[in-house]
């Protein structure tokens, strides 16, 4: 077994040992590292291959959250389907309606918790299975409104003293979205990271006096050491993994080494040789590459935390320029949005406008899947404001993104600095 799936072995006795202690509940909260939620993530996703025939029933979903009042409506549309293949299997199954009076509720909550009552009825073999909805928004529009909605939720669980329909949530243990909630039953995944990289090299230097292991090898005792904050090992540990991606001609290799030795050398208060290592790193990079985009804006990133704004902006100029010539267009937008927020002052709101109006340009050229996850909502959303009476482009502006993401496309910004 290697040792991520010994992770989630792990992490799926603590799940049944908190659903069984916890069966009131109508909510279960996972909190933890990024690392460690990211495999409770896993973990749930790895549940939906299981049969469904008198086991539990999970229900995963990222879409964005908009507002309260459509969410529950985006949940039941998504699952009509799935009650469509359970309905061919079936004789005699009854249609799936919601009869419900509207005007009971703040939120939709009801909208997507009444029909998974109904699931249960209308589906002998679900009699005694639990069903759990794990939603995990990529992008979430009104915190507050989130908040209202899962808490209706919850109470509507309570309400029909169904024990038998769960709702779960994954989130940081200290920065948290939601706030407290009595209903909810909150628990903390701990991975030992440092013995999780240890046995994973462990598994993977299989074979002895490799060179593609013995690299793996080095990068994973570096990171160790990094976590222990032991940054002479951890460089010393990068150098040997540049030296043994070299003679590998291992490209990417060598690059990730020499970033991980940057960080090493911040970490340090090195300052000056983390700026000398990210020169050979440009020195050493395949050109117009991908990678070259995300190191030009790692180093922007280096120079903003040591406060040298203007050559932080050139940096990010340089990777935008490198992101259109190859068609990553969604890395340009991220480039000119941070040179525009970098701007947004009284002094440099034209400077601002003009880079965020070059991310109109480069939308003009993409795909609709690219332009979805790019930052493009936000950039819009902020120009609009920025364009205060100049009502001839805030109509523009409106018309081309209801073109692109219908009619509510704007997201919640900050107002200008200035107004």
């Known amino acids: 077994m290697n040792p991520v799936d010994l992770e989630l072995v792990k992490l799926k006795r603590q799940w049944q040992n908190v659903v069984k202690t916890n069966g009131k509940k109508p909510m279960f909260i996972c909190l933890g590292e990024k690392h460690e939620t990211d495999l409770f993530d896993g ?3 790895s549940r939906l291959s299981e049969d469904y025939d008198g086991e539990d029933v999970f229900l995963v979903h990222y879409q964005e959250f908009n507002r309260m009042d459509s969410f529950g409506q985006s949940l039941f549309d998504e699952w009509k389907e799935y009650y469509e293949m359970l309905e061919n299997s079936k004789e005699n199954i009854p249609k799936w309606e ?7 509720f703040k939120t939709d909550a009801y909208k997507a918790f009444f029909p998974l009552l109904e699931l ?3 589906f002998p073999n679900l009699k005694d299975s639990k ?3 794990y939603i995990a928004p990529v992008r979430i529009h009104n915190i507050k409104e989130l908040s209202i909605w899962v808490k209706e939720w919850c109470e509507l669980c309570e309400k029909s003293e169904s024990q038998d329909i769960k709702l779960v949530w994954a989130e940081h243990h200290i920065y948290k979205t939601l706030p407290e909630n009595s209903l909810a039953h909150s628990f903390r995944v701990e991975v030992d990271i440092h013995q999780l990289m240890q046995n994973t090299a462990a598994h993977t230097n299989r074979k002895k006096n490799s060179v593609d292991t013995d690299f793996q090898q080095q990068i994973l005792i570096a990171s160790n050491h990094l976590s222990k904050g032991k940054y002479r090992e951890a ?3 990068l150098k040997m993994a540049v030296k043994l991606a070299q003679e590998q001609n291992n490209k990417q290799g060598e690059i990730s080494a020499y970033f991980m030795l940057t960080q090493a050398y911040i970490a340090d208060r090195k300052r000056d040789r983390a700026e000398d290592t990210y020169r050979t790193i440009f020195e050493e990079v395949d050109p117009n590459s991908p990678l070259e985009i995300q190191m030009y804006m790692n180093y922007g990133s280096f120079l903003l935390g ?4 203007a050559k932080a ?3 990010f100029e340089e990777a935008a320029k490198i992101a259109q010539e190859i068609g990553e267009y969604a890395m340009a937008i991220e480039c000119y949005r941070i040179i525009g927020t970098l701007n947004d002052n009284i002094l440099s709101k034209d400077k601002m406008i003009e880079y965020f109006e070059k991310c109109l340009d480069i939308a003009k050229l993409m795909e609709h899947s690219t332009r979805e996850s790019s930052s493009l909502k936000f950039v819009a959303s902020m120009l609009f404001i920025k364009y205060e009476g100049e009502n001839d482009k805030k109509k523009a502006l409106d018309t081309e993104m209801k073109s692109y993401f219908g009619e509510n496309w704007k997201v919640n910004v900050e107002q200008p600095k200035y107004s």
Do not use: G, P, R, T
């Open 131 to 133: 069903i759990y909805l």
């Open 313 to 315: 902006e050139k940096a």
């Open 98 to 104: 919601l009869n419900v009076a509207e005007n009971q």
């Open 235 to 237: 460089e010393f540990s």
């Open 43 to 45: 973990f749930i996703k």
């Open 120 to 122: 249960k009825k209308n």
């Open 306 to 309: 040591n406060s040298k704004k």
